[in-house]
Structures are given as C-alpha cells and as structure tokens.
C-alpha cells in the first residue's frame, strides 16, 4: 500500500526554517498542572501512513527553558496541553546478535511493499507457535513496563526499560528505526506524569525468531477523574467484546459493527484514521485495515491460522477526527480530549480465538 499523507498535515502551519517542520519527536510534557488531557495514537501506524519520520533538528531555540530543553513547534496552534519537549535521548543501541527486520538498518520496510494487497496469510503450526512465544515476551515486557508507571516518570525511562528487557530476551524492539522511528516503543503522553493527571498509553512491539507481535494498555497514573475511568473501562470492554466475535467465518468488518456502539453509549467516539492489522513475519500486512467504527467496508473473512490485531482507539466526546504535529508522527484528537487504547495479538483457530497476547488485567474499576 501507498503511505500518503494524510490532509491533516495541510492544518500544519508552515515555519520559517522548513528542518523544523517535520521533525521526530516522540516526548510530550504538559503544561500545566491542570488535569491532563492525553491522545494516544498507534504511533506505529502514524510512521506506516505517513511515510518517515525525520531527523530530530538539535539546533538552537530561542524558547529553551533553563533545563535546556524546548518546544520545537512554538507556532503550532496544539490541542489539548501536551507539549513536545526536546532534544530527544539519543537512539539506543541494539547489540549485534540479535537479528533483526530488514528496516532497522536503513528505515525502510521492503518486504512490506512487496507484499502489499496480498490476501492473508494462513500460518503453519510452527508459526503459530513462533507468534504465541514472540507475544508473550511482549506481554512479559509490557507488564515491566507498566510496574514502572507512575507519576513523575517520563516515557524516556519507560522507553530505556522497554529497551533493555527487549533486548535481554534477545529480541529486537520493532518500532526502533520503523520508517525511521526513533524510539523502541510508542507512547503518547506527558513526559513527566504528573499524579492526578492522565492515562498513560504504552505500546510494545517486539520481533523475536523471525515473528512481530503487537500490545498496547493504557494505564492510570496516580488518581485520575470518572471521565477517564470511564474512558478506559469503555476502551477496555471496546476490544473485548470485539474479541468475542472472532472465530473462522467471522467477518473482518463486523468488529466496528461491535466496537462503535459500546463506544456511543458511554458517551465516546471511535477513531478512524488507525486501523488494526495483520501481523506475522512482517509487523504490518494483509488484512492491512481493520476498521474499528460501524459504518466500513472492509472485506474478508476470518480463516483459523490468521493473526490480526484488533487496537480500537477511544476518545472521550463525540468528536473522533485526530490531527497530527508537525514532527510527522504524534496524533491528537482535535479537541483536546482524553483518548485511550488497548490492542491484543489475536490468532483464528479451528473453534475461536486464542488471545496471544493475553495477561493479567489492569483494575480499571
Ligand atoms: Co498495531
């Protein structure tokens, strides 16, 4: 498939000096104390739609603070109260052993583009069997990362977590260098949490013998408000019941038919730009969009020995349009408002699913 931009990007004003405007950045600070209003985004499909992320520009700001950090994008009209902060930490080193994707040297996802509109792929045993033991090492290292969750941590620590724990079980951390990604995971929030303020949204991709898996939460931290529990109990029951209609027959485009109505009844709207995916040997492919709202057209059936993610993004309000910094990759919602995730791993067998990436649930009550 084409990665084009989306119109989004036209909003973007356009700056003085143009190696600004489209620069990486992955960390976001709030700017204030106030309650925080956090979007998340499959960060992983932002860099698949929108081509690459680029080079994170180092040089002079005149609106540094005095920790020497800055906001890139002075001029960006931002919704919501995140801000970027850089410079960013440098790009962690991924020891030589570990095999990885053919994009981690050069960014460039080729075996991806020459797969692009095949039909599913029906995995053999010993496939499935590689996906089930590469998810839960991406269970296992999302569940590290969530025990570090708490207020006045920044996503470069989780990131720096992630990282190592992917790498002690010689496994390459997918996002790292994907379309020039410059982070092993992909987390959307606050820099510094703070308490009393938003849900965090952590994703981890890992690639292990061969095999991507694919899982995201969203986690509280510190006290958060009823909306945002109400958002992540909402988000939470969005993907599980989604899960309870997978089996062989089942249609891929019946899941939004699923996910948008439990997301309108408690007061919510469903993204629609990020889509869940197929997975197997390559982290994104046929059946390239599963559709999360009511109204899609997406074809195909689930077949037993198919692996898809199913990741419904849920904001709060009814308002489910996203909107894009200039630094290429991070999505807001266009209001502000609170947005939460969660993504499993799913493969089809003979009788139903298998969650892949299941594991012990977040109290979300
Ligand atoms: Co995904």
Redesign the pocket.
């Known amino acids: 498939m084409q990665f084009g931009r989306n119109p989004a990007h036209r909003q973007i004003p356009r700056y003085e000096d143009d190696s600004i405007a489209w620069n990486a950045s992955w960390e976001a600070i709030a700017a204030s104390e106030t309650p925080i209003l956090m979007s998340t985004a ?1 960060a ?2 932002v860099l698949r739609r929108f081509g690459e992320a680029k080079e994170p520009y180092y040089g002079h700001f005149p609106s540094s603070g005095q920790d020497g950090t800055y906001n890139p994008f002075p001029n960006y009209n931002f919704t919501g109260s995140v801000r970027p902060v850089y410079p960013l930490s440098p790009k962690r080193v991924v020891p030589d052993h570990i095999p990885r994707p053919d994009y981690a040297e050069d960014g460039r996802p080729v075996s991806e583009a020459k797969l692009a509109g095949q039909p599913p792929r029906i995995l053999s045993r010993e496939e499935q069997n590689k996906m089930r033991t590469v998810c839960r090492l991406a269970r296992e290292v999302l569940d590290i990362a969530a025990s570090h969750v708490r207020p006045g941590v920044t996503t470069d620590e989780i990131d720096a977590i992630v990282h190592q724990a992917t790498i002690e079980r010689n496994a390459y951390p997918s996002p790292l260098n994907y379309r020039n990604f410059l982070k092993s995971i992909c987390t959307y929030v606050l820099r510094r949490l703070l308490a009393s303020s938003p849900p965090m949204d952590s994703y981890v991709t890992l690639y292990y013998d061969g095999y991507h898996s ?1 899982l995201n939460e969203t986690y509280p931290v510190g006290e958060i408000d009823e909306d945002a529990k109400k958002l992540l109990r909402t988000s939470r029951s969005c993907l599980d019941e989604a899960i309870k209609i997978c089996m062989p027959g089942a249609l891929f485009r019946d899941i939004g038919k699923v996910i948008e109505p439990i997301a309108r009844a408690n007061g919510c709207a469903t993204v629609r730009t990020y889509t869940g ?1 197929g997975i197997n040997d390559l982290f994104h492919c046929s059946p390239t969009n599963i559709p999360h709202y009511s109204k899609n057209k997406a074809v195909g059936t689930m077949k037993a020995g198919m692996v898809f ?1 199913i ?1 419904p993004m849920i904001n709060l309000g009814s308002n489910w349009d996203d909107i894009h910094w200039p630094d290429n990759w991070t999505a807001t919602t266009v209001d502000g408002k609170k947005s939460a995730q969660f ?1 499993d791993t799913l493969l089809i067998t003979e009788t139903g699913v298998e969650i892949l990436t299941a594991g012990k649930r977040t109290d979300l009550s």
Request: proline share 0%.
């Open positions: 499959a992983d499909q694919d995916h993610t990741e993504e």
